[in-house]
């Protein structure tokens, strides 16, 4: 397969120096030249044509359909199944159904729908019915008269007690079926039915919608776009706003999955792939979890409709409505009238061989064309009039944005022809579009509950709920990239599939700015790895008032403790005390300390103390006790810690937990304590090992006693009711539940209470996983 970045430095070898200084040197107004200059010197060049040739021709391609190939996959599948392999078969009936060719037909019954039928067969198997159910009626999508498929959806129907509707559907395919062992076979199924459930008359049930909708009440809040004295534009709001109110939903411009979701997760809603996944009907690439949303990516499929012109049986006119309500449901919805974002990108190699920010880019030029199609109008590349940072960039970057859009738009122009005009101004404005993706786009990040079940011992099976946090996409939204960042937010992102939901975390007043977190927080790093992070990502220097006003999270996090043992002050090292000595140095950052802002007491006395000798000689030096001056040489302390640190880690990647390792690692978390402040997060995470390892050995009581150490240390690095000490809760609460303990209540309680407030009413969407969540223990 051709990889991305091998292409992007062979091209880049080609270029000459005196092209690579001026693209170094560009800026928004030069980059018309620049991107003609570096396009005329390519379009020279035969490896280029090549490289295009490879990337953007379906005669190239890797994901292009096999009839051979599904046929040997199918047949494997068999042979699975008859052996009762059935997880196995399950997978050879999916890799079939991602090559099987929409169109073609073997021994009278289409691929595609006997492959279906094949696989609801192992799905009843397995236990899955309702998926089942779903490959039935994909089934009898392609071909309404295919005797099987009714079948089949008779027994999915009878598995999961729809007697009525079974009752139905074997009575179509007896009438479908034409051999006289289908149709005993049928029969036989008839009769257990009707015997068993001792009636006749079912009424059909109404087929059921196993899509939930949720809904959250937005809130009818004004809100407005201004400028910003630091920060360009930001969002605030005309009226206060109640802490959990939502604020903002909005569905993206744009959006792909991640590279390592692939796989795993529906290319359109993002959610986690079922069994019975749906493959793009023309491409080997596209995956998806239903075929409504198949469709939204790919566009309404004319051809898989046109075996519907089946063969007319003489059914009842009951089984006629039957057949019909069967068939309009499984339809619904499928008129969409949103573009297709797939559609451009399928049986090509370029969406799989090029990084995703540039397939974003792709499918929000691809947007703007068809819309400009449907308006009539010439094609320009779009202008989302976002900020960018392209005069922030380094010069490889700059370079790697020419070269990335000159590929990018002769691979579209494969598809959309002279609506992609490629000059020095449409290559330069697709070089900005991709400096705004940059900037602009958001992780889609979604919660997959991960439990660890430990295994069985004679001390019992012993969980801890973890949330863990998948980056399932990329998108572009166009109204959420008008929020700015602040390492401590007031308002709180998250997404359900697609949709992005912005909720207040705290009582905002009117006026005041909304700001979201791009990822990081006080209380996750120091200042100093908060401000290298955004400049590395975003090119952008922090200043909200977590970077820019004293705090105690960022003089603690990292810091050490004091040589007298009775004194609890901050000793920094050189790194942090430099940021530290900024935010109390008026003239430095030009914000002077607002000591009676500050929330704790602990900070109150460093700053106090600090104002008082600010107009001194005394300064944040590094090494030297911020509350009584005592001295301590941190270069041996380091050593010892890190020491440390690797004995506690590597608890848990030893097999098997022996006795004297754990009494090792406690040792080492008394080293790192008497070395480390009380509230560095090193300590946090040493006692999250330690409260892992207990409970991995059936040790629940000393679990949760980490557990609860490791919390309170985060509490004072996040806050109270941060939602990551919501997360943290979980765990314990986990703890707490498998040793039967009273406590549990008040986890709950304080779970539910964080939770509320970042996620309202969506958190049962969000973690159905949860137990803690309901009242049930
Ligand atoms: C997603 S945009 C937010 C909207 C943007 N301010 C605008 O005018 O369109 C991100 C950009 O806003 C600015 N920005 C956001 N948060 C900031 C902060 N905390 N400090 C400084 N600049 C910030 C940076 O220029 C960053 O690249």
């Known amino acids: 397969m051709v990889q991305s970045c091998l292409l992007m430095e062979k091209l880049k070898s080609a270029i000459s120096q005196t092209l690579i200084l001026s693209i170094s040197q560009s800026n928004p107004q030069t980059l018309p030249n620049t991107c003609s200059s570096l396009h005329h010197f390519f379009n020279q060049l035969p490896q280029f044509h090549q490289m295009i040739e490879d990337l953007a021709h379906t005669n ?302 792709g499918r929000v030029i691809a947007k703007s064309i068809e819309q400009n199609r449907h308006l009539g109008e010439s094609s320009t590349i779009v202008n989302l009039e976002l900020c960018h940072n392209y005069l922030q960039l380094d010069p490889e970057a700059k370079l790697e944005l020419h070269i990335s859009s000159i590929v990018l738009l002769k691979c579209l122009h494969h598809y959309y022809g002279y609506d992609i005009p490629l000059h020095g101004d449409t290559i330069s404005q697709c070089v900005l579009l991709l400096s705004q993706i940059k900037v602009n ?75 979201l977190s791009y990822g990081p927080q006080v209380g996750q790093w120091s200042c100093n790895q908060r401000q290298s992070s955004l400049k590395e990502q975003y090119a952008f220097v922090c200043s909200c008032t977590g970077c820019s006003q004293l705090n105690l999270s960022d003089l603690v996090i990292n810091s050490f403790r004091c040589l007298n043992r009775n004194c609890l002050g901050v000793v920094l090292d050189s790194s942090v005390a430099s940021y530290e000595q900024n935010k109390v140095n008026p003239f430095s950052c030009g914000l002077p300390l607002q000591v009676g802002r500050l929330k704790h007491d602990e900070v109150k006395r460093v700053a106090s103390f600090l104002c008082e000798e600010t107009a001194s000689t005394h300064r944040i030096e590094p090494g030297f006790c911020m509350s009584c001056g005592a001295f301590r040489v941190l270069e041996a302390s380091n050593a010892a810690v890190k020491k440390a640190e690797i004995c506690i880690e590597g608890l848990l990647d030893s097999g098997e937990l022996l006795t004297a390792t754990l009494s090792n690692a406690l040792k080492s978390l008394d080293l790192l304590k008497s070395a480390l402040h009380p509230y560095n997060k090193r300590v946090a995470e040493a006692e999250d090992y330690l409260a892992q390892a207990f409970c991995l050995i059936g040790e629940l009581q000393r679990s949760g006693d980490h557990c609860q150490a490791s919390i309170k240390i985060l509490e004072k690095l996040y806050g109270d009711d941060h939602i990551v000490i919501g997360n943290e809760m979980v765990k314990l609460a986990s703890i707490q539940l498998s040793l039967g303990e009273q406590d549990v209540e008040e986890s709950r309680n304080r779970i539910n209470m964080i939770f509320s407030r970042h996620y309202g009413s969506h958190v049962d969407a969000i973690f159905p996983h949860h137990r803690f969540l309901k009242r049930v223990v």
Not at 348 to 354: E, H, I, R, S, T
């Open 441 to 515: 786009s958001m992780a889609i990040v979604l919660m997959r509950s991960a439990d660890s079940v430990d295994p069985p011992s004679s001390a019992g099976n012993h969980t801890t709920s973890t949330v863990e946090q998948v980056r399932v996409g990329q998108a572009i939204y166009l109204a959420g990239s008008l929020y700015n960042h602040s390492c401590k937010p007031n308002i709180h992102t998250y997404f359900l599939s697609r949709t992005l939901y912005i909720r207040a975390i705290d009582f905002v007043a009117a006026g005041h700015p909304l700001e």
């Open 60 to 361: 190239t391609s890797l994901f292009l359909k096999n009839k051979e190939s599904a046929s040997e996959f199918k047949l494997k599948g068999n042979s699975c199944f008859s052996n009762g392999e059935n997880s196995t078969a399950l997978r050879f009936y999916t890799q079939a159904l991602r090559v099987a060719p929409r169109d073609v037909d073997v021994m009278g019954k289409n691929l595609v729908a006997t492959l279906y039928v094949n696989r609801a067969a192992v799905l009843q198997k397995m236990g899955l019915f309702l998926e089942s159910l779903r490959d039935c009626n994909r089934a009898i999508a392609i071909c309404r008269s295919y005797s099987k498929a009714w079948y089949r959806r008779g027994k999915a129907n009878t598995s999961m007690g729809n007697y009525a509707d079974a009752v139905c559907d074997l009575k179509v395919s007896l009438c479908m079926e034409r051999s006289i062992s289908g149709k005993k076979q049928i029969e036989g199924e008839l009769k257990l039915i009707l015997g068993q459930n001792n009636r006749e008359d079912f009424t059909p049930d109404v087929i059921k919608c196993n899509e939930t909708d949720i809904h959250d009440q937005l809130q009818e809040i004004q809100l407005q776009c201004v400028e910003t004295e630091t920060k360009g534009r930001g969002m605030v709001s005309l009226t206060d706003i109640p802490q959990a109110t939502l604020l903002h939903a909005e569905e993206p411009y744009a959006a792909i999955v991640s590279k390592n979701c692939r796989e795993t997760h529906c290319h359109f809603c993002f959610k986690e792939l079922p069994a019975d996944i749906v493959p793009c009907p023309s491409c080997s690439m596209a995956l998806y979890c239903s075929q409504l949303c198949q469709i939204h990516a790919r566009g309404q499929d004319q051809q898989f409709h046109t075996n519907n012109h089946d063969i007319s049986f003489d059914l009842s006119s009951d089984l006629e409505n039957y057949v019909a309500s069967v068939t309009k449901a499984i339809f619904d919805g499928v008129n969409i009238k949103q573009n297709a974002e797939h559609k451009h990108e399928c049986g090509v190699n370029w969406p799989a061989a090029l990084p995703a920010e540039i397939v974003l880019a």
